[in-house]
């Protein structure tokens, strides 16, 4: 508990910034998004609930589309994926991003065009790959020499397969060390130093089987600044260049993958979409122009930008604690479903909602209901002084990497997830219950 920390917290008309555009304060403290107040979803779904505005991921993809007219925009699914999401994001247009078996056949039997999927993964199981090949996805990003052979023979003589090669372009960027992926001491990519990315695209170009369309790199998450893709950009037209010298092909497609940055919390900076598209576009042309190169399609993997503002965690706060300095006030939900605060250090602004608080505010930590000290949901952050159990807490900007970590951790159950639209409310995804640990617990 300090001042600096106080001072810190966002206040007045700006409180709302990091909210979905639709939320509109009502009487008492209430709020609603997308026209539906979060009280009455309290009530009628329980809590702890994830409110998904659909109109506010809507609005993302076509910010996306509008921004980047003449690219393809794929929605990296690992922020958060259900039918519903598949829906919205066919519908708005743009592709999909997936990182697994299951990621990709929830999508397709969504009813998701496989040809405008991506299959990333630095570890591709033999069950990815045979769901891959079997549903027909439209591009695999190969991002070991192992991969090379094995899909090629896995597609068998007659067929031909989409791949692209995963660059490490040196590039260092990204909210936190376990999400920057740009450099050559991570688990991913093939290394444009070393001659790990070159080396590929040789082994892919001997292969039949396989047709190389292009090159990817994804240089890191919570990337608040344009410059870093600049540069990335520039080493990729690079290696094309050099691709063609050498083989005398110009590759159609470049894939710079995603981490565009958002705020979490009021007056916290953010990638500025349509500056990154003006530059990315204008560096393309001009690094093209400069080495004779036919300018590629352009593709980028936002994943965290079109789902994390779109939904908000709903909490029922179940005991309010006083320790020497500290108010700690627990909630129903925690570190099974939302990770990140462990895992990142993020920070979050939740919000009590429905009453107004009486009493001057007070620096309280927002635990969850987990067994370990370390189930900090929000430190430090201003509530209410007369917080009390049975108060409903919301806190924004929870769309994206929550639930799609979620864990089972205590057998706590992950939450449910409702989609909010025009002044109605509907399940997307039903709560865990008892029944679902007992029916998958099937040995004695
Ligand atoms: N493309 C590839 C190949 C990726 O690996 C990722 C994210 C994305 C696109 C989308 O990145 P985004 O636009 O969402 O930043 N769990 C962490 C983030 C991990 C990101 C993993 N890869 C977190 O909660 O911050």
Redesign the pocket.
């Known amino acids: 508990m300090t001042i600096a920390v106080l001072s810190e917290m966002p206040s007045g008309a700006g409180e709302l910034s990091v909210w979905p555009a639709s939320t509109t304060p009502l009487p008492h403290g209430g709020l609603a998004v997308g026209g539906v107040p979060l009280t009455e979803i309290a009530d009628r779904f329980d809590t702890p609930a994830y409110v998904l505005d659909e109109g506010e991921v809507r609005e993302r993809c076509r910010s996306y589309r509008d921004a980047f007219p003449d690219a393809d925009v794929l929605y990296?699914a690992?922020?958060f994926l259900s039918r519903a999401m598949v829906r919205w994001v066919q519908e708005e247009g743009l592709g999909l991003?997936v990182?697994s078996a299951g990621e990709l056949e929830l999508a397709v039997t969504a009813g998701f065009p496989p040809e405008r999927i991506v299959l990333?993964g630095n570890a591709k199981s033999p069950r990815d790959l045979e769901a891959a090949l079997r549903l027909g996805v439209g591009r695999i990003v190969i991002d070991s020499p192992s991969e090379i052979a094995r899909i090629a023979a896995a597609v068998g003589p007659d067929g031909r397969q989409k791949v692209m090669v995963r660059v490490v372009p040196g590039v260092s960027a990204g909210?936190?060390d376990?999400?920057r992926?740009g450099t050559d001491d991570q688990k991913?990519g093939l290394s444009l130093t070393d001659g790990g990315a070159q080396h590929a695209v040789k082994r892919i170009l001997g292969q039949p089987q396989l047709e190389l369309t292009g090159l990817h790199c994804?240089i890191g998450?919570?990337i608040t600044e344009v410059k870093p893709y600049l540069v990335a950009l520039r080493r990729m037209v690079g290696l094309m260049a050099r691709i063609r010298d050498t083989y005398g092909i110009s590759l159609p497609e470049l894939d710079m993958?995603?981490?565009?940055g958002i705020a979490y919390r009021p007056g916290e900076p953010v990638l500025d979409i349509t500056a990154l598209a003006r530059r990315l576009r204008t560096e393309l042309a001009r690094g093209c122009a400069a080495a004779g190169l036919a300018v590629p399609r352009l593709a980028i993997?936002?994943?965290?930008?079109v789902a994390g503002p779109a939904a908000v965690a709903l909490y029922r706060v179940l005991a309010v604690k006083h320790t020497g300095e500290r108010v700690f006030v627990a909630v129903d939900g925690g570190m099974s479903d939302n990770p990140?605060p462990a895992?990142?250090g993020?920070r979050y602004a939740p919000r009590l909602i429905g009453r107004a608080g009486a009493g001057a505010p007070c620096t309280a930590t927002v635990v969850g209901r987990h067994c370990e000290a370390g189930d900090i949901l929000a430190a430090d952050v201003e509530l209410p002084e007369d917080v009390r159990p049975g108060d409903l807490l919301a806190v924004p900007v929870a769309g994206?990497?929550q639930l799609s970590?979620a864990s089972g951790y205590n057998l706590v159950g992950r939450p449910a997830v409702i989609a909010v639209h025009e002044g109605a409310a509907r399940l997307l995804v039903r709560r865990e219950t008892l029944e679902d640990f007992r029916s998958r617990d099937i040995g004695d």
């Open positions: 990296a690992k922020a991003d990182c990333h909210g936190h376990k999400i992926t991913f994804h998450s919570q993958g995603g981490g565009h993997e936002p994943g965290r930008a990140r895992l990142y993020v994206a990497y970590m």
